[in-house]
């Protein structure tokens, strides 16, 4: 094979120096990909391939203009790849060439889309007991924030659920985990992020710990308690490791190090935050989600605020009163708030200006948003403080935290250095405002002097030669030149020397203009160096306030949510929750947050407490059962993010988590049926609720059979009251289980109230003290649209059910057109013959005739063989009281394994 030379060979040359799955290199006013990346690059993005040869071979060859390398980066980038580009500089020699940064899905600072761009990074340190350590490290590059906490866990669910809720573009696995290749499939099913194998070393407690240190300082380091956590500081340090290596330049803009642990927030796992539908409904929309209704911010960083708050519920009673003030004075304030959201919608996202400032990506147009975004600080603290009642408040507090003084300095220095309305561009001059700098003005006065000699001299030149025709213009390959209209070309002067012929046209030059040109280029390249150095200069200024503009962004943001929820909250008639300490949970006339935007809602209410911490909910389909347990769930949860709430009035005593299991979907690409799915999600709550929890199931034990069912359900039961004892609502048909409301001390019985007039039934959507034993499926069959035959046919069913009549089996005989006589038993689940001549011989519910074994008797149960003997051994010393339900299903499972095989 020919080895490639000249910019092909360069190309290939770089190529090598890099693990980034595409190349782009620049080549004057393109950049290029060549070979592979070109078929690559032309494939997703349906560019143009051509052919480019090279020491006598073709190579595919794909480019976009200078300008337009960011969009196609960004689609590429959002693709999945990782793409390094080469940038060109003049060298004494002529063009060097150079990987300058490598933009990858999580350090990609051009994202158009609002919501935050998360990198993460998780280590795990094997234990020797009682389970794993997991340390988790998540950047968003776009605002500068970093944060860090360390995990006790078992499995690595918690680890999983902590990148599931941020959502990560990119995830950097450890050393240790790269090659699980469980966790990597558990990952991949809960997020999207892109998987990258960065170096080893990065991950070292020795490097790591020094790049954190020199990153954040030793004593931020000690002072926040992550010395000690070793995971942490492992996933912290691969991560800086891998921003500093890609070449974004955000590492400036990373200057707080935050941790957090477990108690700090509510636990939501992946299924609970699925199943409320908390920034996304179960089909993947946004719009239906608890985030879409509540969302009223105005600005980007607001909206990503309200977001993270919706997913991450405190458990600081003291935060939670504090959002909760500010709220209340904002819902009360009606003309202060409107002012601070209409200033608001002037205010651009800080935080991420913060960061293009100290990646040098910034241009003068976003210096100027973020000169007009920190002067709204001061007008958002004056209507704040002009304001008694917002005055009086914790927002006051909230505002006065970020420093006005600072910001008003570096507004208005801003101000002072930029025009109005900047170009786009930096490196073509018209920049900065007449008065910024003596230098600049001068050669800008110099080369306007110029330009407006270049001007005027057509006129001149018309009344001294006389031509009518006469213009003077420029372009790229004559430079400055004089144009005559054809018909007049005999009447210029000697003094014109012809430079070209056009059908209609001849251009000229002559000495005066020629000697302009090279005095305007001249004056033009060094307005144009000058005025870039100046703006560089600023640039850096701004980038070494970076922290500033992050503080006045986050308190912008802040107040912006807090707002939303105001708005939320005085156009829906929410108000403020008690949050305590306590048991209770009691909710007057409570409302689902997301369902009352969209149907006459009928309110309910709840009281939970120590004595009633367990409620069986029953009731029809389709009456609003799942409603209620989630609308129970979602007003703790908002409770506890500091918003108001649907009801009339609510106290909630502060949860650990809420956990959910509500419905299922089958996942066989992952060997997983409904019924296992569910089984799954119950194990996690038996084995994470505590005492402290909210738990909500809907529905257990039904993709099985119902003995089986019924089994999984009522151990459950027992076990969540009796052992687990967190506070639990379980909706359920299986109508056996509102027994269990008269025998366990802590379990009630609710349901939903139904009127059956005349074969009509009406669904009341109230919620009553007691049990029903009614489900009235077959009148949801009927609303569903099911043939009518079907459901004349389902009502006979049930009728004679439930009065133990036979049946007549329709289509029984072989031509399809016989009856069979039947009546279904409920306590073996067969069917009994129905025929004229009793028989001992069952009829099995598929149609068919069970056989009994032609040798049994009652005197076979005293002969025991070895195989039950040894379950009856395993049955005696089973303490069942101790044993988890699903554990204790697994093992009568085996057992009947091993008898059958006997």
């Not at 954190?212 to 500081?233: H, K, L, N, P, T």
């Not at 009673?317 to 002012?339: F, I």
């Amino acid at each position: 094979m020919t080895e490639a030379t000249g910019i092909v060979g360069e190309f290939l040359s770089l190529k090598e120096e890099t693990d980034a799955d595409l190349l782009t290199m620049q080549c004057g006013d393109f950049y290029e990909f060549f070979g592979d990346d070109a078929e690559t690059v032309a494939d997703e993005l349906d560019l143009t391939v051509s052919q480019k040869s090279s020491h006598g071979s073709s190579y595919p060859m794909a480019g976009v203009p200078v300008d337009d390398l960011t969009p196609y980066v960004s689609a590429l980038v959002e693709r999945g790849y990782r793409v390094a580009v080469a940038d060109q500089h003049e060298t004494a020699d002529g063009h060097a060439r150079e990987i300058t940064r490598v933009v990858t899905p999580g350090t990609h600072l051009e994202t158009g889309d609002e919501s935050a761009q998360h990198l993460a990074a998780v280590v795990r340190e094997l234990g020797r007991g009682d389970g794993d350590t997991y340390g988790i490290a998540v950047a968003d590059v776009t605002t500068g924030q970093f944060q860090v906490t360390q995990l006790d866990d078992a499995d690595g669910g918690a680890a999983l659920t902590e990148l599931y809720t941020f959502a990560p573009a990119e995830v950097l696995p450890g050393p240790d985990l790269r090659n699980d290749d469980d966790f990597l499939a558990r990952l991949r099913e809960r997020t999207d992020a892109a998987l990258t194998l960065h170096d080893a070393e990065s991950f070292a407690p020795g490097r790591a710990s020094h790049a954190v240190r020199e990153q954040f300082g030793g004593e931020a380091v000690d002072s926040v308690g992550v010395g000690e956590q070793d995971a942490a500081v492992r996933a912290a340090g691969a991560v800086l490791s891998y921003v500093e290596e890609t070449g974004v330049g955000t590492l400036a803009a990373i200057t707080r190090l935050q941790t957090y642990g477990a108690r700090e927030y509510v636990d939501l796992d992946a299924t609970t935050q699925r199943n409320l539908e908390l920034t996304e409904t179960m089909q993947g929309d946004r719009s239906g989600s608890l985030f879409d209704t509540l969302d009223h911010t105005v600005t980007a960083a607001g909206g990503r605020l309200l977001r993270r708050w919706l997913q991450r519920p405190r458990r600081d009673r003291g935060e939670l009163a504090r959002r909760q003030s500010c709220v209340a004075a904002l819902t009360e304030g009606a003309m202060a708030r409107e002012r601070i959201r209409e200033t608001l919608s002037d205010a651009y996202d800080l935080e991420r200006l913060a960061s293009r400032a100290t990646s040098g990506s910034a241009d003068a147009r976003d210096l100027r948003a973020a000169q007009e975004t920190l002067a709204l600080l001061g007008q958002v603290s004056d209507a704040v403080t002009e304001t008694e009642r917002l005055a009086e408040s914790p927002l006051a507090d909230a505002v006065a935290g970020a420093d006005r003084a600072a910001a008003d300095d570096l507004a208005a220095a801003l101000d002072d250095a930029l025009v109005d309305d900047p170009p786009g561009t930096v490196k073509q001059g018209g920049l900065f405002r007449k008065g910024y700098d003596d230098d600049l003005d001068a050669v800008i006065e110099e080369h306007e002097a110029a330009l407006e000699w270049l001007d005027t001299l057509p006129e001149r030149e018309k009344e001294r030669t006389g031509i009518t025709h006469l213009s003077v213009d420029r372009n790229k390959t004559d430079g400055y030149y004089i144009q005559v209209g054809k018909s007049e070309t005999d009447a210029v002067p000697d003094s014109y020397q012809h430079v070209k012929t056009l059908k209609n046209s001849k251009r000229y030059t002559i000495p005066d203009l020629d000697e302009k040109e090279r005095e305007v280029l001249r004056l033009e390249e060094r307005r144009h160096d000058l005025e870039y150095e100046r703006f560089q200069a600023l640039r850096e200024r701004v980038a070494e306030r970076a922290t500033l503009l992050q503080d006045v962004g986050r308190t912008l943001a802040e107040v912006d949510a807090l707002s939303s929820f105001a708005v939320h909250a005085v156009e829906n008639d929410w108000t403020r929750p008690e949050v305590h300490d306590g048991q209770a949970l009691s909710i007057e006339a409570g409302r689902h947050p997301v369902v009352e935007q969209t149907t006459e809602f009928v309110p309910n209410d709840l009281y939970m407490d120590e004595d009633r911490r367990f409620l069986i909910v029953t009731g029809p389909n389709m009456s609003g059962k799942s409603t209620y347990m989630r609308q129970a769930a979602l007003v703790t949860l908002l409770a506890q993010v500091g918003s108001f709430v649907p009801a009339r009035s609510a106290s909630v005593g502060l949860v650990d988590g809420i956990y959910t299991r509500v419905g299922a979907l089958d996942e066989l690409a992952q060997g997983r049926s409904t019924f296992m799915v569910e089984m799954q999600e119950l194990s996690n709550i038996l084995h994470s609720a505590t005492d402290e929890s909210l738990v909500i199931l809907d529905e257990v034990g039904r993709g099985t059979a119902t003995f089986d069912g019924i089994s999984i359900a009522w151990a459950a039961t027992e076990y969540i009251a009796n052992t687990v004892r967190s506070k639990t609502l379980f909706a359920t048909h299986y109508h056996e289980l509102t027994a269990l409301g008269d025998e366990l001390p802590t379990v009630e019985n609710v349901h939903v109230a139904a009127d059956e007039t005349d074969g009509d039934v009406t669904f009341l959507r109230t919620v009553r003290d007691g049990p029903t034993d009614r489900s009235y499926g077959v009148h949801v069959a009927d609303l569903a649209g099911v043939p009518e035959p079907v459901v004349d046919r389902s009502r006979e069913v049930l009728d004679r059910l439930r009065e133990d009549e036979a049946i007549e089996v329709r289509g029984g005989d072989r031509d399809g057109g016989g009856t069979t006589q039947a009546v279904f038993d409920l306590s073996s689940g067969q069917f009994a013959s129905g025929e004229s001549e009793p028989t001992d011989e069952p009829v099995a519910t598929d149609g068919s005739r069970e056989r009994a074994p032609a040798d049994s008797s009652a005197d076979d149960a005293d002969g025991l063989g070895p195989e039950a003997e040894a379950v009856l051994s395993e049955l005696r010393d089973l303490d069942v009281n101790e044993t988890p339900p699903v554990e204790l299903l697994a093992k009568v499972q085996n057992w009947q394994d091993d008898l059958e095989d006997a």
